[in-house]
């Protein structure tokens, strides 16, 4: 063998051993090193009280992943006020029963909820390559999964139900008002309904006619951050937005970020904070990495699983992005 030829089969095993390598990295490890972000948003009225935020996403629950049920368990101590839950909750048909023990010690939080497309239907196993094609369709002989369960298990915490509809509620003097979107992924949002149930919301709640009543704080909620959605909600007077689906990418390039969204946001806002504009408004958009991924592809790679913690405070300082 010649010395190119020698040289040239050396990088290719070089190479092989470096993708073996982030493929184990991936599997074995990232996916499991669950994190924090932390965030700050000044959205709350001047002088407000702080509110801590714990914004869950994309959990994707399998019965045998207690690694994950026992750390999402943990976030407990950071007492947050308001648990927004963005969707994809359950990875496997018996993963309820993990979600139920996972989020049990937020019993009693306040919380709003959306659902995703693996609330839904089950997981398949696909090439992984399709998502470069553009975003994921529709399971052909979909598995159905326990939403009722699921449902009733999240209002039984005291979470209100946010899908297709408006809800209100005031935290530490904070007056808030939610608008969601059921999972636009598999075309469930209804964004017709939206101006309606705004207008249904702000003429029954109860500081309409308080004069005293501090500044309302609009938060829209959509599981996947599809455009059409964004863009709506910020129309209809969102100061914020939450959203998941993404992964964050899940497998990423170091210094380029995210290869795919799975949706139609652009590669750059597919995990963290940003601002996203629309017809000369702007809204605080959070877009969580999440906690899991699917069980036929369970790799992460320089985008850990994350919880997101935001925390509220009042229009003292700006923030750009």
Not at 29 to 58: C, I, K, Q, Y
Not at 74 to 89: H, M, Q
Not at 286 to 307: D, H, M, N, Q, W
Request: aromatic content about 8%; glycine content about 10%; overall charge negative.
């Amino acid at each position: 063998m010649s010395s190119a030829s020698r040289s040239a089969t050396g990088g290719l095993v070089a190479a092989a051993a470096l993708g073996v390598g982030a493929v184990a990295w991936g599997a074995l490890v990232e996916r499991n090193s669950f994190t924090v972000r932390e965030e700050t948003l000044p959205v709350l009225a001047p002088g407000a009280r702080p509110l801590t935020v714990l914004h869950l996403s994309d959990l994707h629950m399998a019965p045998w992943q207690a690694a994950k049920q026992e750390w999402v368990r943990s976030l407990a101590v950071l007492e947050p006020d308001l648990i927004v839950n963005t969707g994809d909750n359950l990875g496997h048909a018996d993963g309820i029963d993990g979600i139920e023990y996972a989020l049990e010690p937020f019993r009693g939080v306040p919380g709003v909820f959306v659902n995703g497309s693996n609330d839904y239907f089950g997981p398949q196993a696909k090439n992984p390559f399709t998502y470069f094609s553009g975003p994921s369709s529709r399971p052909r002989r979909p598995s159905t999964l326990d939403t009722g369960r699921l449902e009733s298990f999240f209002t039984d915490l005291g979470w209100l139900d946010l899908n297709n509809t408006a809800r209100a509620m005031t935290i530490r003097g904070s007056n808030l008002e939610f608008v969601g979107v059921n999972d636009p992924h598999l075309g469930y949002d209804r964004l017709d309904r939206i101006p309606g149930a705004l207008d249904d919301l702000r003429e029954n709640v109860g500081w309409r006619d308080d004069a005293s009543a501090s500044e309302v704080v609009s938060i829209g909620v959509t599981h996947a951050p599809y455009q059409r959605v964004l863009n709506s909600l910020v129309t209809n007077g969102a100061d914020v937005i939450f959203a998941g689906h993404t992964h964050g990418g899940q497998v990423c390039v170091p210094g380029y970020g995210a290869l795919v969204t799975n949706c139609d946001i652009p590669r750059e806002q597919a995990s963290g904070l940003s601002l996203w504009h629309h017809a000369r408004r702007a809204a605080y958009l959070s877009v969580s990495a999440g906690l899991g991924t699917s069980i036929y592809a369970p790799v992460r790679f320089a985008c850990k699983p994350e919880a997101v913690l935001l925390t509220l405070t009042g229009d003292d300082f700006s923030y750009s992005g």
